[in-house]
């Protein structure tokens, strides 16, 4: 199963979970694809089967700058064939932010929502409040999504 991982990252921290789960994924026997500055094009090139958005949030509750082209772009397109695939969604924020703690990847999840794509686990919300570790943090929730995947 190739499963496409969609990053937008401000610090550089969820391109480090992207990273990380990109690794896991392709440890676990799947053909896992990230390119935290992949257009639309190339992640069609590679016909993904399922797909994965890991993003930080801004202190306003948006996506980074760095996902908001991707974004926009899926969003003109609809890309008919992403219509019915797995999919899920990790996001990043700070909790103390109140009511846009993990805006970024809600904003993911919507976007998927649109598509069709069907969402096989909730949102793994991380908090910078809490962890040090983030990518530690990611890997029971992603040891989660490869059994969804196998389904």
Known sequence: MKVAILSGSVYGT?????????KILKDAGFEAWHNPRASLGEIQAFAPDALLAVTSTTGMGELPDNLQ????????????????????VIGLGDASYG????????????????????????????????????????EPWLAELIIALRG
Do not use: K
Request: charged share 30%.
């Open 99 to 138: 009511d846009t703690f993990c805006g970024g990847g809600e904003q993911m999840r919507e976007l998927f929502g649109e598509l069709g794509v069907r969402e096989v686990l909730p949102m793994l919300r991380l908090d910078a409040s809490e962890s040090v570790t983030p990518e530690a943090d990611a």
């Open 14 to 22: 969820a391109e480090e979970v992207a990273r990380h789960a990109e």
């Open 69 to 88: 082209p991707l974004y926009s772009s899926i969003r003109d397109q609809l890309p008919a064939a992403w219509r019915g695939l797995p999919g899920a």
